[in-house]
């Protein structure tokens, strides 16, 4: 069978809230690495990683044979602890900074990072006994009731009714779109200064939040990183007046930017962070880790069937020790200075390119919003994949050019792909001139 024969067999089996297919027309068979192949025998390389699960790439071997290994003990366990589950809760809160490692515990979620958002926000409800939750402009939590309604997109919730009330959005530090109008280079980040005042002003509008829910760096919403100031200001605040602060972590965590959180890079202390993609390995697992004081569930307070997946803890597991015996941090650092250096070089060739950012190797490269850059954006993914590489949109418009690659991608490969992206890139602003 041909591509396009298992797309054809999936319109007419699936649902029509399919997505990826539709910009990425082909049937996969195989995965190796930072490669993958089409059911034609056709070879490309992956800058999308299962969305940032597959940190190590397809079918790393030590995690393939810590799975088998697992799979003649035990695969699925409720929430009763095993070996390999407890080493998996160490090993996670073992990479909290060390004056967090202590105080806080973790809770196993569902299999999907939706389920971790849904359950910070049940804790910090619980906690404060307040109702209201301040996210931010720009912002992707996930699609299940009250994640959907934490996600800023608007598209998914028009047609769904009754979203969880009191969300409140405040602007995010994306510079690139002042929502403020302001000039970046004057500017004394006044977005956060809304929130500060909002939060404190007894005339600001609404009661004190049972948290606050950010991420550090915005994955679909353009793979924009907030800046420093911004979030410092932001702990500041929430910590001033007793709001909890949530940090998702689901596609920035364990090494993504570089570094095992990307609040890290930030100098501050959450009070609930969530995990899930990469922690697994490719296995569904997601987790919050949050500060003891905040333990206040009543046993069954928050369940789930497969929050015991032991295959998912023991492929965590040897990720976890593939990471540190081949210093994946180290190489995302190295390899992320690479890829800023050639997309610095391309964006000086192309005006079509507005901004290039990310941290780590969660990189964007957005385009121009004019009738030419939003063209160009959908050329550009096409064009890739015709030239043997798998990226995907996001961003405002989808003029983000978003670049994900496996976390241990060698040097020869990252600059094969960024080739390939570049030729994409100069073909797609040729054909929309």
């Known amino acids: 069978m041909l591509n396009h024969d298992f797309l054809e067999r999936q319109d007419e089996v699936?649902?029509?809230?399919?997505?990826?297919?539709?910009?990425?027309?082909?049937?996969?068979?195989?995965g190796e690495g930072s490669w993958l192949q089409d059911v034609e025998g056709r070879w490309y390389i992956d800058f999308l990683s299962g969305a940032g699960v597959l940190a190590l790439g397809h079918c790393p071997p030590r995690v393939v044979k810590a799975v088998e290994r697992q799979l003649e003990l035990l695969t699925h366990g409720l929430d009763l602890p095993t070996p390999v589950k407890q080493d998996f809760s160490d090993g996670v809160l073992s990479k909290l900074p060390p004056g967090m490692r202590d105080r806080f515990?973790?809770?196993?979620?569902?299999?999907?990072?939706?389920?971790?958002?849904?359950?910070?926000?049940?804790?910090?409800?619980?906690?404060?006994?307040?109702?209201?939750?301040?996210?931010?402009?720009?912002?992707?939590?996930?699609?299940?009731?009250?994640?959907?309604?934490l996600t800023s997109l608007i598209a998914p919730k028009l047609r769904v009714g009754n979203p969880m009330p009191g969300v409140h959005f405040m602007p995010f530090s994306y510079c690139g779109r002042c929502p403020l109008k302001l000039n970046p280079d004057t500017c004394d980040t006044n977005c956060i200064a809304l929130l500060?005042?909002?939060?404190?002003?007894?005339?600001?509008?609404?009661?004190p939040p049972a948290a606050v829910i950010i991420e550090m760096v915005q994955g679909e919403g353009g793979s924009i990183p907030a800046r420093p100031e911004f979030v410092a200001?932001?702990?500041?605040?929430?910590?001033?007046?007793?709001?909890?602060?949530?940090?998702?972590?689901?596609?920035?965590?364990?090494?993504?930017?570089?570094?095992?959180?990307?609040?890290?890079?930030?100098?501050?202390?959450?009070?609930?962070?969530?995990?899930?993609?990469?922690?697994?390995a490719g296995f569904p697992v997601s987790v919050i880790l949050y500060d003891k004081a905040f333990d206040v569930w009543e046993p069954g307070a928050h369940i789930g069937t497969f929050r015991g997946n032991q295959l998912a803890f023991a492929a965590g597991l040897e990720n976890l020790a593939v990471f540190e015996?081949?210093?994946?941090?180290?190489?995302?650092?190295?390899r992320s200075a690479e890829a800023m250096e050639f997309l610095a070089n391309l964006a000086n060739e192309l005006d079509l390119i507005k901004e290039v950012r990310g941290v780590g190797l969660m990189i964007g490269v957005e385009l121009r919003d004019?009738?030419?850059?939003?063209?160009?954006?959908?050329?550009?993914?096409?064009?890739?994949?015709?030239?043997?590489?798998?990226?995907?949109?996001?961003?405002?418009?989808?003029?983000?050019?978003?670049l994900l690659p496996p976390l241990n991608i060698a040097g020869d490969v990252l600059l094969d792909g960024l080739g390939r992206f570049a030729s994409a890139l100069r073909e797609a602003a040729a054909s929309c001139r």
């Open 14 to 30: 699936e649902s029509r809230a399919r997505s990826y297919p539709r910009g990425l027309p082909i049937a996969i068979k195989k």
């Open 105 to 149: 515990k973790i809770h196993f979620c569902g299999p999907t990072g939706a389920d971790a958002v849904e359950a910070a926000v049940k804790l910090c409800k619980t906690a404060t006994g307040r109702s209201n939750v301040v996210a931010f402009q720009g912002s992707y939590h996930g699609c299940t009731a009250g994640a959907m309604a």
């Open 196 to 207: 500060e005042s909002t939060l404190t002003d007894t005339h600001g509008g609404f009661e």
């Open 233 to 280: 200001r932001l702990r500041e605040v929430t910590r001033s007046v007793g709001v909890p602060l949530i940090v998702d972590e689901i596609q920035t965590g364990w090494g993504r930017t570089g570094d095992w959180f990307a609040f890290e890079r930030y100098g501050i202390e959450p009070d609930v962070i969530l995990l899930s993609k990469a922690i697994g």
């Open 325 to 334: 015996d081949e210093d994946i941090l180290g190489n995302v650092r190295q």
């Open 370 to 402: 004019t009738d030419e850059g939003r063209e160009a954006a959908r050329q550009v993914q096409k064009f890739s994949l015709k030239k043997g590489l798998i990226i995907e949109r996001g961003g405002r418009d989808d003029l983000v050019l978003r």
